[in-house]
């Protein structure tokens, strides 16, 4: 079965430093791996697919197969990053989200 | 119209009322979801359809009953709810189920359900 990991409950950096929210998966086929964010009383909204390896707001995300690792990383926070993040994989129907890390950004 | 919307945005219940939550998207996505959200906690899977037919229901209790009258319209019946099927219900959906791109899910603003 899969399984998501974010070791991470909260996070707290200051403004402008880097920032690495960590997830580790379990998987035994071929993973599709996705960060999602939900700011506050805001929707759930895709951030990243590892499958586009695009930036977005300055996020990026390495899938690593050898570690089965897929951290998020931005290398300086902004206020505005503050939100729960969760990392998630998809396979056959069903998405498996991490427990989420919530991250803040002090100024 | 590329987001998928949620009616009502809030709903108070007692435990003997039957309420519907309605989930809507023009996307042309062919799989639909609903899930349960608690303060703080990812959601959790209650229910798949992929081209309007059910096709996982994560063991949820008989008194919420999916129904997804066509492609694009998905409701959640609610009958005789208890005071922990409180929560945050989102709905979500993506072009298809399967892995490989398009997969990818859009959610909803949510419902904010209360049963007293």
């Known amino acids: 079965a899969q399984r998501v990991t974010q070791p991470e409950k909260l996070l707290s950096v200051f403004k402008g430093a880097p920032v690495e929210l960590k997830c580790n998966y379990s998987?035994?086929?071929?993973?599709?791996l996705f960060w999602y964010v939900q700011y506050s009383r805001q929707r759930l909204q895709l951030l990243l697919r590892?499958?586009s390896r695009e930036s977005i707001k300055g996020f990026t995300a390495d899938l690593n197969k050898g570690e089965t690792s897929f951290h998020l990383k931005k290398p300086f926070a902004q206020e505005e990053d503050s939100a729960m993040y969760y990392c998630?994989?998809?396979?056959?129907?069903?998405?498996?989200f991490g427990k989420g890390t919530l991250l803040t950004v002090n100024p | 119209d590329t987001e998928v919307t949620q009616t009502p945005k809030h709903l108070v219940m007692g435990m003997t009322n039957k309420k519907s939550l309605k989930c809507e998207q023009h996307?042309?996505?062919?799989?639909m979801y609903w899930y349960k959200q608690k303060a703080k906690k990812p959601p959790e899977l209650m229910f798949v359809y992929s081209y309007e037919k059910l096709s996982i229901n994560e063991s949820v209790p008989s008194r919420f009953s999916p129904e997804c009258p066509n492609s694009s319209l998905l409701n959640l019946h609610l009958h005789a709810l208890q005071p922990e099927d409180s929560a945050l219900y989102l709905c979500?959906?993506?072009?298809?189920?399967?892995?490989?791109?398009?997969?990818?899910?859009?959610f909803g603003p949510g419902t904010r359900l209360t049963v007293l």
């Open positions: 998987y035994s086929g071929s993973p599709e």
């Open positions: 979500a959906s993506s072009q298809r189920v399967a892995s490989g791109g398009g997969s990818e899910q859009f």
């Open positions: 998630a994989l998809s396979s056959n129907y069903t998405l498996t």
């Open positions: 590892h499958i």
């Open positions: 996307m042309g996505h062919r799989a």
